[in-house]
């Protein structure tokens, strides 16, 4: 019995979510990350920072793209252990794409914009091959770029229906959900979602309660599979304000029920397995064990971004003045 006993205080302790915090040896905002396994992890963010690490976070090497000292990185997306995309920010040129393959090592200017009107905010893939950017409207209508080549073509889509000044807040990176090939869904400062089940060939947009302002909407979109995801945001200039900030689905994005819980404004959520959640902000943590329905508190400080492999039970938040973190549940 004593020993029964003992192995479930023991699982008890291991399942339950905490923050370590890491030496990044940068003192820039940190707003992208990708985890592709426990060990590599990619983070970017202000002044051309991209960093790497493959000992599960406890050294990050810093690496360099020539020519971009002064851009902000607001997204990484790693494929594999040595190959990743970064985006960086901004009006006109200021918005470009690069890709390694070799760890870092060397870099490849894929795109830069040329529409002074187009400003792009976040990307992610579903293969190594396809990938998805998202820019703010431009004249009324969604741009977006479309890879199948790994980068080497990067193909510009218009989509009709945007609001006026919609677009997306370049705040995490993970604004854009995936999944498989075909199924893609896309969150706008407006609260609405955009999704398309044709690889982004054809386009639906449905409202999901989250308010909208300048400052306010969503910031985060999750799918666990082609029928449950859920939403994220609130407003930034009031971080502990625990509105209805999160939202879910159970029919593909379609229609959306408004859930309460979080502890404040959150710009990122990330799928752990099949119905735990985190939910992570400046402001702090939050973890769902059913599936977004209700939400705990997760001691320790907050961050801008949040990533996690698909297996495993290790994540990684990155934020201000170059703070990362490491999350084990």
């Known amino acids: 019995m004593k020993t029964a006993i003992l192995l479930c205080v023991v699982a008890l302790h291991a399942a339950t979510p905490e923050w370590t915090i890491l030496n990044s040896g940068v003192t820039q905002r940190l707003r992208g990350v990708s ?45 594999d252990e040595r190959t990743a995309y970064v985006l960086s920010i901004g009006p006109g040129e200021s918005s470009r794409i690069y ?32 990938g998805i950017a998202f820019s703010d409207s431009v004249d009324g209508k969604f741009v977006l770029l479309l890879t199948s080549d790994g980068g080497s073509t990067w193909k510009r889509q218009e989509v009709t229906g945007a609001l006026p000044g919609e677009g997306a807040f370049a705040a995490s990176g993970t604004n854009i959900a995936v999944q498989g090939k075909k199924d893609v869904w896309i969150g706008t400062t407006a609260g609405r979602v955009l999704r398309s089940s044709d690889g982004g060939t054809s386009w639906s947009i449905s409202t999901t309660g989250l308010a909208a302002s300048p400052s306010a909407g969503i910031f985060s979109v999750a799918f666990r599979d ?88 290790i994540g990684f938040g990155a934020g201000e003045r170059g703070l990362l973190g490491r999350l084990r549940w």
């Open 226 to 313: 082609k029928l449950h995801g859920i939403v994220v945001g609130g407003d930034y200039k009031a971080e502990g304000v625990a509105g209805d900030n999160a939202a879910i689905t159970a029919d593909g994005g379609k229609t959306w029920t408004l859930v309460r819980g979080l502890g404040g404004f959150r710009s990122v959520a990330t799928w752990l397995n099949n119905n735990l959640l985190a939910a992570v902000g400046p402001s702090g943590t939050d973890i769902s064990r059913d599936a977004g329905k209700t939400w705990t508190p997760v001691p320790g400080p907050g961050f801008h971004t949040f990533s996690a492999p698909r297996r495993g039970r």
């Open 35 to 79: 985890a592709v396994n426990e060990r590599v992890a990619w983070a970017s963010g202000a002044g051309g920072v991209i960093l790497r690490t493959n000992d599960g976070g406890t050294t990050w090497r810093r690496l360099t793209v020539a020519g971009a000292e002064t851009l902000d990185f607001r997204d990484v997306d790693a494929v």
């Open 99 to 130: 890709k390694t393959k070799d760890a870092g090592d060397t870099w490849q200017l894929q795109f830069k914009n040329t529409d002074p009107k187009a400003f792009y905010d976040a990307m992610t893939f579903s293969t190594p091959s396809r």
